[in-house]
């Protein structure tokens, strides 16, 4: 019995197994020095906190033209991180399934559902056994419009600098080439950072600011490629 292929389906299966080749590639590459730190709480079942930043009223950064939301973004590449660890295997907990804001139903002002909202993901974070903190973002720097890349940074808690190396070095392969970044240590002023009791790392995956990356960050296969890579650059750690 023979098994007929039309082009199209070929051409699917042709993406996929590039696709999981890629992600290979970069989920062995290259980490042998750093720590696990998915490991690091030993026998503890660990479960990855993604955290699309902002939401609802809170659209975050924006385009140059305004037409684009840093919330909206921030939503798509983290629904499909949590695809990815669910297809491998790995726990998650997401703070925001939608573009609203999760603040309490007291809160009126905009200042106060701000407030809320950095509580409530605080406490998520804070009551989840075993958790490690992934929080998704984009990054805005209107005095520098050539200013483009993925950049990761770090809470004080252990484990985390090693962690967010890895998922560096991961960006850095997958869609930084010629434009390497290094991990830097998030400041004290940021309160969900410096509030949880986890590790955590927070990702920039892009500048609004840049127009040409802005386009690029619309791209669903774009995408798919920043959450490939921070997925792999986790479970590599």
């Given at each position: 019995?023979?098994?007929?292929?039309?082009?199209?389906?070929?051409?699917?299966?042709?993406?996929?197994?590039?696709?999981?080749?890629?992600?290979?590639?970069?989920?062995?590459?290259?980490?042998?020095?750093?720590?696990?730190?998915?490991?690091?709480?030993?026998?503890?079942?660990?479960?990855?906190?993604?955290?699309?930043?902002?939401g609802?009223?809170?659209?975050?950064?924006?385009s140059?033209?305004?037409?684009?939301?840093?919330?909206?973004?921030?939503?798509?590449?983290?629904?499909?991180?949590?695809?990815?660890?669910?297809?491998?295997?790995?726990?998650?907990?997401?703070?925001?399934?939608?573009?609203?804001?999760?603040?309490?139903?007291?809160?009126?002002?905009a200042?106060?559902?701000?407030?809320?909202?950095?509580?409530?993901?605080?406490?998520?974070v804070?009551?989840?056994?075993?958790?490690?903190?992934?929080?998704?973002?984009?990054?805005?720097?209107?005095?520098?419009t050539?200013?483009?890349?993925?950049?990761?940074?770090?809470?004080?808690?252990?484990?985390?600098?090693?962690?967010?190396?890895?998922?560096?070095?991961?960006?850095?392969t997958?869609?930084?080439?010629?434009?390497?970044?290094?991990?830097?240590?998030?400041?004290?002023t940021?309160?969900?950072?410096?509030?949880?009791?986890?590790?955590?790392?927070?990702?920039?995956?892009?500048?609004?600011?840049?127009?040409?990356?802005?386009?690029?960050?619309?791209?669903?296969?774009?995408q798919?490629?920043?959450?490939?890579?921070?997925?792999?650059?986790?479970?590599?750690?």
């Amino acid at each position: 019995m023979f098994l007929v292929l039309k082009k199209q389906n070929l051409l699917v299966c042709g993406l996929l197994c590039c696709f999981f080749a890629a992600f290979a590639v970069l989920l062995w590459t290259g980490h042998s020095k750093t720590v696990p730190v998915f490991a690091a709480l030993g026998e503890e079942r660990v479960t990855l906190v993604i955290d699309p930043g902002h939401g609802g009223e809170d659209g975050g950064a924006v385009s140059a033209d305004g037409a684009v939301k840093e919330s909206g973004l921030n939503l798509s590449i983290a629904l499909r991180v949590e695809d990815f660890m669910t297809f491998l295997g790995q726990p998650t907990v997401m703070t925001r399934r939608e573009d609203v804001s999760i603040h309490s139903q007291e809160a009126a002002t905009a200042r106060q559902k701000k407030v809320s909202d950095l509580h409530n993901r605080v406490a998520l974070v804070n009551g989840t056994e075993g958790a490690v903190l992934l929080s998704i973002h984009q990054n805005s720097l209107p005095s520098s419009t050539v200013t483009h890349g993925a950049q990761v940074f770090w809470n004080s808690k252990e484990g985390a600098d090693a962690l967010a190396q890895s998922v560096q070095d991961a960006l850095n392969t997958a869609v930084n080439t010629g434009n390497e970044k290094k991990t830097k240590s998030i400041p004290a002023t940021i309160y969900l950072m410096k509030n949880i009791n986890a590790p955590g790392i927070l990702v920039e995956c892009g500048f609004l600011s840049n127009r040409e990356e802005t386009a690029m960050l619309q791209q669903p296969a774009y995408q798919t490629r920043l959450a490939a890579a921070i997925t792999a650059g986790c479970l590599a750690s």
